[in-house]
């Protein structure tokens, strides 16, 4: 059962997750490994979730602050905010349990950009960091790590924390040892170099985690699956959102904006991103390139298809299917993937070097493009801005897509103003519904608006934004980008009081 | 009055301004010099107003689209605006009669990140560029220039523009003559490279332009100054928000998140800046650096004190007497100044490296922080977002600084929903007031909107915000940053129906 723990050394800290979680005390604050639900450990969080159970039943407080990567799963975040073991939690979380704790105003949530969680950490900022929890594959005779099927902060967290838990899962194929690549270039200014990566297949550091023995308080073996959860198959608004965005692509290739492999993509996570990188199975570019957060279903039917010659990522999203076929063949695809530290997946230097074709999810997009992706209604997290705001504002095109309307028709995605806004104007260069394609760039103020009603509004919601921006024209107190203060928010307040956006 | 003008070949294009405007057609694309009122053409452009003004009485459309550099003076921005001879105007205006044509809707502005305008001119975005209008300080035998008081996009707009007209300005010192360092290394991806620059004070290209002379249409002599405009003194409200900073910046030196010569500082432009940079004349750091857009007064002092050893920014900004101080000594400051290309002063790959203290002005933050820095009542252009969006998100510390209220009180910059969002939550990190200093970092929104109340706001305005905040707690969709659609904007929407922001 110990082949994964090759280092004699470390064997004699192997114990159970029981044993484990009671080394964590109240209100320390516990960093973990995981991303977008890969590679997060399994075993101690819900060991100390019954331990904070146990605690809050005898009356004794008993709460951690939860860093992570980004998401993670039900065995951690859920475990441990349905306990109400959660005081605040950092840079990203899209667990059900612990959003609505957030949203009851019971977990303080930091949502941060995924890039600058290691350097803010670095910086000292956040606080000290007790305890790091980090699922890896193995562990080799000489100490170092291998990680697991994410690598999010995993370096940072393991250089800052005082103690550091492992949990070594056999679950993750042996294979992934060698596709990883940690920097370990990173420094505080001024001590600050450029970062040597000038093509998405460079690697830069070494395949392997770095983690003081001494500090290695307790090892803890697990056979667990990452939470893979099954990708909805492409509906009709997918496939034509997917359309448009291809045909915008071309269309930049045939005017010589674009290479014939494009450049380097990005794909948010979710249905729609995974739909467009499905129907680029089908278009006319040459093998691609992906720099970019997560690896999910449709990178890998890319790669498959040899339209993508190599991705770059910090972690896998994938389907228990795609999951499956990664690990059979996982020697084969380690040729073609590298998974890094989200600092450096991420990194804005790197994402405007490469110059990454940005493509984004959004909640709600005003009639100027300012794009709200985290907040509904303007409080209410959904998850978080995770890399969006890393990619949008440096990438050579960025893009955000989303169905023109929400919860059967009820919410327009495009509002008269954002109820909150996560990427300004500025950064918001193309916005694509199943109704159409608005292209914003070179546009004013102005011209923006009559470009996303006309082509990204849905129809029943199109005369009612006209009719808002033609009043605005004459209402506003400036005309650079007319606007009503007394009804820009009035959407978003009828469909709070009415249940729709819809007038009654 | 040749002697600036040292390449034989080129001197017979020497003619006057109206020959040279000549040349400009209705419809151009026209791209010049100038960022901050330094270094913008003087005679061309207001040749070219008075040609547009002789076409428009006869009954002839006659606009052009302007991009510069930043802002400029009233003898190009001014002039060209007064005869309706602006069609189209990127990526920054601060000209007053430029302003009230882009509010009255009669010019089409496009407000840019100041770092994008270059890579986006080579994308091919923004159209084809006909005429760039250059002020130099002198041509040399060779042919290259001598570049004069800004350097701004420059580089851009020889490389790009089919046709170049120069303005050689001899009221611009003979002595600045090797003070720039003009980097030409930027490609378009997928060539691009790691910018190699890692202190401020490095140099990494030249300090000349270059032009293919056979672009050159015209050489114009000019002997104009910069319109330089007087800084107000420090008032007790700029001294006191200076005051809060440099205890903060001391704070962060002692808990050893700083180095005792601090990180590269960036400083906005305008008189809270300048009373920052004043105050920390007599501040107990180690020389400081700056890498930042322009050097304005404050600036020099501290260079002058000793302060500062030596500034790395695009352009200066500066008072009439400091700038004669400047060409009094030009020789002096050249060795502690380097004036580089605004894609570079800016670029993000470098803020982040270097880590800059940013410290940027705001209109209005939200309670949680979300600042507007560029709209007034969420419509009205003041000047542009500028540079502020390119540090602020990369920057080490992220500060932004206003007085509490505007308008004699009648306007709280702290509201309850920023009316316009150009800084999200996550780029702003500490605001400044003079009633006191919010240090948000490692705040849940929450905890932010107790932080800006409490510390931010001016008294009159802290009991309505903190009604306003306790009352949202009750009314919200969610809690995490709970807000009331239905009266966010109400303060903005008093205000413009009332004139003040105090209820009656």
Redesign the interface.
Same mark, same amino acid.
């Given at each position: 059962m110990t082949d994964r723990i090759a280092c004699a050394a470390l064997r004699s800290r192997i114990t159970d997750a029981d044993t484990a979680a009671a080394l964590i005390r109240a209100g320390e604050t516990v960093a973990t490994s995981g991303f977008t639900g890969s590679g997060y450990p399994k075993m101690v969080p819900q060991a100390l979730a019954r331990r904070i159970a146990v605690a809050h039943a005898e009356g004794h407080p008993f709460r951690v602050n939860l860093w992570t990567g980004a998401s993670t799963g039900p065995e951690l975040d859920g475990a441990l905010a349905a306990v109400d073991g959660i005081a605040?939690r950092l840079p990203y979380s899209g667990d059900p349990v612990a959003r609505e704790k957030?949203?009851?105003?019971e977990i303080?949530?930091?949502? !941060?950009?995924l890039s600058?969680v290691a350097p803010?950490a670095w =910086? $000292? *900022?956040?606080?000290p960091l007790d305890t790091a929890i980090i699922e890896v594959s193995g562990i080799r005779a000489d100490g170092s790590l291998i990680p697991s099927s994410s690598v999010g902060n995993n370096k940072t967290w393991a250089d800052r924390a005082k103690r550091v838990i492992l949990e070594v899962n056999r679950w993750q194929d042996a294979a992934l040892e060698g596709m990883h690549d940690i920097y370990y270039g990173t420094r505080?200014?001024?001590e +600050? *170099?450029?970062?040597?990566l *000038?093509?998405p297949d460079d690697r830069i550091g070494t395949p392997y985690l770095a983690c003081d023995p001494d500090k290695i308080v307790a090892i803890v073996e697990t056979e667990a699956p990452d939470r893979n959860l099954p990708f909805a198959a492409p509906d009709d608004i997918a496939r034509a959102i997917a359309g448009h965005v291809i045909e915008f692509l071309a269309h930049e290739v045939s &005017?010589?904006?674009l290479?014939p492999a494009l450049?380097p993509i990005q794909s948010g996570v979710g249905n729609i991103a995974n739909a467009v990188l499905s129907g680029l199975v089908d278009a006319p570019f040459d093998p691609m390139t992906a720099y970019t957060e997560v690896i999910q279903d449709g990178m890998l039917d890319l790669l498959d298809a040899g339209r993508l010659r190599m991705a770059s990522a910090t972690a896998f999203s994938l389907s228990p299917q795609a999951a499956a076929r990664l690990n059979a063949n996982m020697a084969a695809y380690r040729d073609c993937m590298i998974l890094r530290p989200q600092e450096i997946s991420n990194?804005? =230097?790197l994402v +405007?070097? /490469?110059?990454c074709i940005a493509m984004n999810g959004l909640i709600e997009a005003d009639i100027y493009g300012?794009v709200n992706s985290t /907040?509904? !209604? $303007?409080? +209410?997290?959904q998850n978080g801005?995770g890399g969006s $705001?890393d990619f949008a &504002?440096?990438a050579?095109v960025s893009i955000f897509m989303t169905p023109s309307t929400a919860k059967g028709g009820k919410i327009s995605a495009i509002v008269p103003?954002a %109820?909150? *806004?996560?990427?300004?104007m500025?950064d918001v260069q193309v916005i694509v519904t199943e109704q159409g394609l608005a292209d914003l +760039?070179? /546009?004013?103020? &102005?011209?923006r608006a009559k470009a996303v009603i006309e082509r990204c509004a849905h129809p029943d919601y199109r005369p009612m934004l006209a009719d808002y921006a033609m009043r #605005? =024209?004459g209402g506003?107190?400036?005309?650079? #980008?007319? %606007?009503l203060?007394?009804e #820009?928010? %009035?959407w978003? &307040?009828r469909y709070?009081e009415t249940g729709t956006m819809r007038p009654s």
């Amino acid at each position: 059962m110990t082949d994964r723990i090759a280092c004699a050394a470390l064997r004699s800290r192997i114990t159970d997750a029981d044993t484990a979680a009671a080394l964590i005390r109240a209100g320390e604050t516990v960093a973990t490994s995981g991303f977008t639900g890969s590679g997060y450990p399994k075993m101690v969080p819900q060991a100390l979730a019954r331990r904070i159970a146990v605690a809050h039943a005898e009356g004794h407080p008993f709460r951690v602050n939860l860093w992570t990567g980004a998401s993670t799963g039900p065995e951690l975040d859920g475990a441990l905010a349905a306990v109400d073991g959660i005081a605040q939690r950092l840079p990203y979380s899209g667990d059900p349990v612990a959003r609505e704790k957030i949203n009851r105003g019971e977990i303080d949530y930091l949502d !941060m950009h995924l890039s600058q969680v290691a350097p803010m950490a670095w =910086e $000292g *900022v956040l606080g000290p960091l007790d305890t790091a929890i980090i699922e890896v594959s193995g562990i080799r005779a000489d100490g170092s790590l291998i990680p697991s099927s994410s690598v999010g902060n995993n370096k940072t967290w393991a250089d800052r924390a005082k103690r550091v838990i492992l949990e070594v899962n056999r679950w993750q194929d042996a294979a992934l040892e060698g596709m990883h690549d940690i920097y370990y270039g990173t420094r505080l200014p001024p001590e +600050r *170099v450029p970062i040597p990566l *000038v093509r998405p297949d460079d690697r830069i550091g070494t395949p392997y985690l770095a983690c003081d023995p001494d500090k290695i308080v307790a090892i803890v073996e697990t056979e667990a699956p990452d939470r893979n959860l099954p990708f909805a198959a492409p509906d009709d608004i997918a496939r034509a959102i997917a359309g448009h965005v291809i045909e915008f692509l071309a269309h930049e290739v045939s &005017r010589g904006r674009l290479p014939p492999a494009l450049l380097p993509i990005q794909s948010g996570v979710g249905n729609i991103a995974n739909a467009v990188l499905s129907g680029l199975v089908d278009a006319p570019f040459d093998p691609m390139t992906a720099y970019t957060e997560v690896i999910q279903d449709g990178m890998l039917d890319l790669l498959d298809a040899g339209r993508l010659r190599m991705a770059s990522a910090t972690a896998f999203s994938l389907s228990p299917q795609a999951a499956a076929r990664l690990n059979a063949n996982m020697a084969a695809y380690r040729d073609c993937m590298i998974l890094r530290p989200q600092e450096i997946s991420n990194h804005p =230097e790197l994402v +405007r070097r /490469l110059g990454c074709i940005a493509m984004n999810g959004l909640i709600e997009a005003d009639i100027y493009g300012n794009v709200n992706s985290t /907040l509904v !209604m $303007g409080s +209410r997290i959904q998850n978080g801005i995770g890399g969006s $705001g890393d990619f949008a &504002r440096n990438a050579y095109v960025s893009i955000f897509m989303t169905p023109s309307t929400a919860k059967g028709g009820k919410i327009s995605a495009i509002v008269p103003q954002a %109820s909150h *806004v996560d990427h300004i104007m500025q950064d918001v260069q193309v916005i694509v519904t199943e109704q159409g394609l608005a292209d914003l +760039r070179g /546009l004013s103020p &102005r011209q923006r608006a009559k470009a996303v009603i006309e082509r990204c509004a849905h129809p029943d919601y199109r005369p009612m934004l006209a009719d808002y921006a033609m009043r #605005a =024209e004459g209402g506003s107190y400036g005309l650079h #980008a007319p %606007s009503l203060p007394a009804e #820009a928010l %009035s959407w978003h &307040r009828r469909y709070m009081e009415t249940g729709t956006m819809r007038p009654s």
